[in-house]
Every structure is written in structure tokens, then in C-alpha cells.
């Protein structure tokens, strides 16, 4: 399955891989209907692969997995595969279906339907609040540099909070031909504008947290993570983390296994730069606010060290034994729709 944000472009192939056909379909709830009836005019649907399950195809997995389906995750393919087969929706509808059928793409997609969907949509919601709020002090504080002398004398060596208010309260007069009055406009409605954004992201901290508590209350008990890291670690396991087959698995989805880096004598491995960076960063997190406050780490790391090993490979060592401790209790939790049913 190639997705698209308006159509599904559907190719099928036999036990063998002999193409059989491959047909367009566009994404609506009849659409995704008549797709699964003629996949299945076909004979025994096996498995589907299908690209994009976090994105374009979110919907249709959804409804492919109701529908009893096996769906299988299909990584989009890289720029040396096109380079040599070329680039059509046909060509990498027929590409997700050889992926799947030879177990090359064998992973499963979220299910994104539960309390961790939810808290995915609130931490994006959160995100994009944080980054404008950031981009409103950062414009307040470039217009404050270029203004008036006066006007930056009153307002210098304010903390954020206080030069936010301070500008808040900024009354200018009505004639904006005035270089210094359009300036003290602007500099109000910014700072009105940074109030707003952290009013909104206040709210969201405690839906979050509240939601967070609800999930996995134990994963907030390991020390340094807090309800930041973990709605992190949660969305990134998603509402079945029994997709993940091992603790192994989980820590190469965080980017956080080891990648042999020998050579020679040389014996050691280097930090994995692949994988969920908001998961590895929320990883790192946890690593330096334990290398700061928890003693057993910091004795850890002082062992470490004195075993020669550098910093990164020391906080190599923390982020994989951290995703060791954040698998077990993900496990361990109830599955999340039964807890929605049960609420």
C-alpha cells in the first residue's frame, strides 16, 4: 500500500510474488471499504503492508486492523533503491507488498487508539505551543535591542517573566506613525501573545500529567523521569507496546542500543544515531538529571570513568540500561483499551 494524504494506491502479489494487480482508491471511509473488498476478491488475505502507518496510512491501518487484518509496517524505500527501480506509486505499491510478503517489513504498527493516542495528540499540541511562545520572546527581545535607548534602559536586565509583563503593560499611544509608540504596540501584543501561549501550555502541562498518572504511574516512580519524558517514552510505545518483542527492541526503536564500533584491538560501541530522537532525548534527559541528583548513578558513572570509558560511552551505557528499566514497566502496564473500557 502507497498512502497519500488523498488516495491509496494498492498493489497485490501471490504466495510466490507474481504481481496480480494494483488499483487507486481515494481516502475516505467507502474508499477504505471497497479497498479491503478488492483486496480480498483476490482469495485469502494474508497480511497487508502498508507505508506511512504514523501518517498518510494511520486511518486505513486503523480500519485494516478492526477489520481483522494483519498489517505490517513498511519503511518507505531509501534513495538507492529508487535510484536503480525508478519512483511510481504502482512501482512502491508492488515494493510494500515484496517487503511484506518476504519479511523484510515485519514490524507492527501503533494501534492509536487509546489514552497514549490521546497523549500523543496533547504533547503535539504542547510542542507547537512552547516553540511560538519561544519565537515570541525571541522577536520581542530582537525588536527591544534595535528601539530606543530609553525604552531598553527601563526594560534592561529583566528576567523573562518580568520583561514579559513589562511589556504587557506597555501603553501606546494612538499615533503609530511614531516610530516609538508602534514600537511599544508591538512589543504589548508580543508580550500579550508569550501570556497566552504559557496560560495554554499551564493547561496542557495538567491534562498531561493527569493523564501520564493515569497510564503508567510507575514509570513516573523511576528517578529523573518526570511527565515530560514519560508521555515520551509512552508515545513512543504506543497503546500495544506488546509490538515490541524484546527490551532489545525497544532501546533500538529509542536509538539508545549499542552499535559495534571494534576494530583491531579496539573493542568497544558507539552511540546509535538512528531511531526516535524524541525518544533518545528524553532518554539523555533522564541520563543527566540522574548523573546530577542520583547517587547510585553518579558512583556508576565514577566506575565507569575509571574503567576508561569517555563520557559519551558513558551515557551510552545509562540511556540502554534506562530503556531496559522503561521496557519492564511498559510490559507490565494493562493494555490500554482494556483500561478505556474499564473507565
Not at 530606543?148 to 503593560?169: D, F, H, I, Y
Not at 507496546?241 to 533500538?252: D, K, V, Y
Not at 538512528?274 to 533518545?280: H, L, P, T, Y
Request: aromatic residues 4%.
Amino acid at each position: 500500500m502507497d498512502t497519500h494524504g488523498d488516495t491509496h494506491h494498492a498493489a497485490v502479489v501471490d504466495e510466490v510474488g507474481r504481481h496480480l494487480a494494483d488499483h487507486e482508491f481515494p481516502t475516505t471511509p467507502a474508499g477504505y471499504r471497497r479497498l479491503l473488498a478488492w483486496l480480498r476478491s483476490f482469495g485469502r488475505l494474508d497480511r497487508v503492508g502498508v507505508e506511512g502507518t504514523g501518517a498518510y496510512g494511520a486511518a486505513l491501518a486503523r480500519m485494516l486492523a478492526q477489520a481483522g487484518v494483519t498489517v505490517v509496517e513498511v519503511d518507505r524505500p531509501d534513495r538507492k533503491v529508487r535510484r536503480s527501480k525508478g519512483k511510481s506509486d504502482p512501482v512502491d505499491a508492488y515494493a510494500a507488498a515484496w517487503a511484506a510478503l518476504s519479511g523484510r517489513a515485519a514490524g507492527t504498527p501503533k494501534s492509536r487508539t487509546g489514552r497514549i493516542e490521546a497523549i500523543r495528540t496533547l504533547r503535539v499540541t504542547r510542542r507547537g505551543a512552547v516553540k511560538a511562545r519561544t519565537q515570541e520572546i525571541n522577536q520581542l527581545r530582537a525588536l527591544l535591542l534595535t528601539g530606543p535607548a530609553e525604552l531598553r534602559e527601563q526594560l534592561r536586565g529583566l528576567a523573562t517573566a518580568a520583561l514579559v509583563g513589562a511589556c504587557a503593560r506597555l501603553r501606546p499611544t494612538v499615533d503609530l506613525a511614531d516610530p516609538r509608540q508602534a514600537l511599544k504596540a508591538a512589543l504589548r501584543r508580543l508580550a500579550r501573545r508569550h501570556q497566552q501561549l504559557s496560560a495554554e501550555i499551564a493547561e496542557l502541562d495538567a491534562d498531561l500529567a493527569a493523564l501520564v498518572t493515569a497510564a503508567a504511574p510507575d514509570l513516573l516512580d523511576l528517578p529523573g523521569v518526570g511527565v515530560e519524558t514519560a508521555g515520551q517514552l509512552l508515545t513512543t510505545a504506543g497503546d500495544n507496546p506488546e509490538r515490541l518483542r524484546s527490551e532489545a527492541a525497544f532501546a533500538h526503536l529509542c536509538g539508545a542500543a549499542p552499535i559495534p564500533a571494534s576494530s583491531g584491538r579496539t573493542d568497544r560501541h558507539r552511540l546509535n544515531r538512528g531511531g526516535d530522537r524524541w525518544a533518545n532525548c528524553a532518554l539523555h534527559t533522564i541520563a543527566l538529571s540522574r548523573l546530577r541528583w542520583h547517587e547510585p548513578t553518579r558512583a556508576y558513572a565514577a566506575r565507569r570513568r575509571h574503567q576508561g570509558l569517555s563520557t559519551k560511552e558513558i551515557m551510552r551505557c545509562l540511556k540502554r540500561l534506562i530503556a531496559r528499566q522503561v521496557h519492564y514497566i511498559i510490559r507490565r502496564l494493562p493494555s490500554i483499551n482494556q483500561a478505556l473500557m474499564t473507565t
